[in-house]
């Protein structure tokens, strides 16, 4: 079947770390996107990228980083430098960003700060 | 810029109780309409579209109405069961951007 996987499915960082989160998908899909979701404020969007070797920022790409080297994966890390990263992160594809192509998700990775 | 408004939650509603959740968006150029839903521990799943005025998405016998006159895109459904307990999002897509998300609605259906 079809779909996108992260991994793992929980994480825990100690202060100071790098850590990656991992997105892979085998629908095909030209276009990836990570979200970031905390209680009470729904998803927001942290990167997303439409091509292979190029990405977008989104609203709150600051502490974050990307890279799209192969069209099935879009690994997200989480540097040091963004201070509260404690969150449910989701990984998403669609076919292209043509506004009536819907998005399809991974069943995300919970980080937590040790 | 786009974005969308979600009625507050939490609903809690008795099984076989009607639903209605509020979405209305504020989006230049011409928006696709999406709700999506979580359920615990899990990413979104994707409800039901629609993506011209008038249009009714519906699936699991969820439907909502595309009203362009309103800016609204309302999430109803006649008879909910406990199974439905989770949390709904409203979106919307323009152009070639990313979908915008409401904060979503957290529904419980208790028996």
């Known amino acids: 079947d079809g779909g996108i996987t992260q991994s793992p499915k929980y994480l825990f960082r100690k202060e100071g770390q790098n850590v990656t989160l991992s997105c892979e998908q085998n629908?095909?899909?030209?276009?990836m996107y990570w979200y970031r979701q905390d209680p009470g404020q729904g998803l927001r969007l942290i990167y997303y990228?439409?091509?292979?070797?190029?990405?977008q920022k989104g609203d709150i790409a600051e502490g974050y980083s990307v890279s799209r080297e192969k069209k099935e994966s879009f690994p997200l890390t989480v540097t040091s430098a963004q201070k509260n990263p404690t969150a449910f992160y989701l990984c998403a594809s669609s076919i292209i960003t043509y506004s009536n192509q819907p998005q399809h998700f991974g069943d995300g990775t919970r980080l937590s700060i040790l | 810029g786009n974005s969308v408004t979600q009625m507050e939650g939490p609903v809690t509603l008795s099984e076989e109780a009607f639903l209605t959740i509020n979405c209305t968006y504020t989006a230049t150029g011409y928006p696709s309409l999406f709700w999506y839903v979580q359920y615990p521990g899990e990413g979104l799943q994707l409800l039901l579209k629609a993506t011209k005025a008038d249009d009714k998405g519906s699936n699991k016998g969820f439907e909502a109405t595309y009203r362009k006159e309103t800016t609204s895109f309302h999430l109803e459904k006649g008879s909910v069961q406990v199974s439905d307990s989770a949390v709904y999002f409203c979106?919307?897509?323009?152009?070639?951007?990313?979908?915008?998300f409401g904060k979503g609605t957290r529904l419980s259906v208790i028996a």
């Open positions: 990228s439409q091509i292979v070797n190029d990405f």
């Open positions: 979106a919307l897509s323009t152009g070639n951007t990313p979908l915008v």
């Open positions: 629908l095909n899909h030209d276009a």
